[in-house]
């Protein structure tokens, strides 16, 4: 009997080191993965002289999308969105053993014990267009969010995922969501902002905010990740805390629309300014909307006597730089 243990014993660890020496090659053999489509593409985006937007256009797939570097994200949102999605990001290789089992368990049992993707797991189907309710898709998924970790820092793992997340609608990454849904760039949101929208990604359909009537699908998912945060902080509660939601605080950018559709066109399809790079130009955001209150008064002014249209040009003569 005793020999029989040996003999099982000494199998079993020629068969684990087997199995880890085949884990610790695939890792190793792995080749490079880009965190982004290779047609993949930000909006076009237009800046007046100091910086601020002018116009937002939509990418050649009709998506909303503002490139945001991670450390212009607000870190209530990073922090509201590792809590929801994976705690555990800057611990695991990409594949969470512990979630996974508990995730199966779940299915095996018929009790929700939350899902068991990673947010490595959740790029790599963003970025593969995986469908990932087979197990065949699930696993394949578990490679190629390995084969992301082998390459890259999870910086720069968390950065692609938060740009490519769906937000509801149309609206896809932080950078966009935080300027349609909030009104502000993304690292100067609220705590109640992040949260809210930090719930967006997990079911972008039902949650997207509304600009009218209420939304209790996102009201309930923000409150239930609200209370955690609180807690963990040591806030005081808020009766106002679940009724709390997001609604549109503005219309898309589109200012200087023929000035922009003519600085895009100049520029080649693969140019940088579909990487995410702004386009600066010479306008002064607050004089064009100067001009462009002044001319419209004056038309309704004019309307009487046959005027329907002008135009105006504000050039800074010294330097012949447009303004307006």
């Not at 100067?188 to 992040?194: G, I, Q, S, V, Y």
């Not at 249209?309 to 330097?319: G, I, K, R, S, Y």
Request: proline residues 7%.
């Amino acid at each position: 009997m005793l020999l029989i243990r040996q003999m099982t014993r000494s199998r079993l660890l020629r068969w684990s080191g087997g199995a880890l020496l085949c884990v610790a090659l695939i890792w190793w053999l792995l080749p490079r993965s880009e965190l982004y489509p290779p047609e993949f593409r930000f909006s076009r985006t237009l800046e007046d002289r100091h910086g601020k937007l002018l116009h937002l256009a939509l990418t050649p797939d009709s998506k909303y999308r503002r490139y945001t570097p991670l450390k212009e994200i607000s870190p209530d949102l990073i922090k509201a969105t590792l809590t929801l999605e994976d705690r555990h990001f800057y611990d695991h290789p990409g594949v969470n053993p512990l979630s996974i089992l508990r995730a199966t368990w779940g299915v095996v049992s018929g009790s929700a014990k939350g899902g068991g993707s990673t947010i490595t797991m959740q790029l790599a189907r963003l970025r593969y267009d995986l469908h990932t309710r087979t197990p065949w898709g699930k696993a394949w998924q578990m490679v190629r969010a390995v084969q992301m970790e082998r390459h890259h820092t999870k910086d720069a793992i968390l950065e692609a995922y938060l740009n490519q997340a769906p937000y509801g609608g149309n609206v896809e990454g932080v950078g966009a969501a935080s300027l349609l849904w909030c009104g502000k760039a993304a690292l100067d949101l609220t705590m109640r902002e992040a949260v809210a929208l930090s719930v967006l990604p997990q079911s972008p359909t039902t949650r997207r905010p509304r600009v009218t009537g209420t939304n209790p699908s996102l009201a309930a998912a923000q409150h239930r990740l609200w209370e955690r945060l609180r807690e963990e902080r040591g806030l005081p509660s808020d009766p106002l805390d679940a009724a709390f939601t997001l609604r549109p605080l503005q219309p898309v950018p589109r200012e200087a629309p023929h000035l922009a559709r003519r600085l895009f066109a100049e520029m080649p399809a693969d140019d940088r300014a579909e990487s995410g790079v702004p386009v600066r130009c010479t306008l002064n955001a607050e004089r064009q909307r100067g001009i462009e209150l002044a001319l419209s008064d004056y038309v309704d002014r004019k309307r009487e006597v046959g005027i329907t249209n002008a135009c105006a040009l504000l050039v800074h003569a010294p330097t012949r730089e447009v303004l307006a």
